[in-house]
């Protein structure tokens, strides 16, 4: 579904300098914006529902030296 929005003037004059410039279009631009603050907002959310957890005593921690031996990965 087609999604439309308005910008204030002055994000609109920053992406259609940056458009102009580069030869990409403004809808590029904004796809990868959005996409990159939906990854940034997925990540947050996962790391608030394991810290929820850690608090809540349903899962524990592991320290970085003990995963490291688990894996065989330690020096």
Same mark, same amino acid.
């Given at each position: 579904?087609?999604?439309?929005?308005?910008?204030?003037?002055?994000?609109?004059? *920053?992406?259609?300098?940056?458009? %102009?410039? !580069?030869?990409?279009?403004?809808?590029?631009?904004?796809?990868? %914006?959005?996409?990159?603050?939906?990854?940034?907002?997925?990540?947050?959310?996962?790391?608030?529902? *394991?810290?929820? %957890?850690?608090?809540?005593? *349903? !899962?524990? %921690?592991?320290?970085?030296?003990?995963?490291?031996?688990?894996?065989?990965?330690?020096?």
């Amino acid at each position: 579904m087609p999604l439309s929005l308005r910008l204030p003037p002055d994000v609109e004059d *920053r992406l259609n300098k940056l458009s %102009a410039a !580069t030869g990409r279009t403004k809808t590029f631009y904004a796809t990868e %914006a959005i996409r990159e603050y939906l990854d940034d907002l997925e990540d947050l959310y996962l790391a608030e529902q *394991r810290l929820t %957890a850690l608090r809540a005593g *349903r !899962t524990k %921690a592991i320290s970085l030296e003990a995963l490291e031996r688990q894996l065989g990965l330690a020096d």
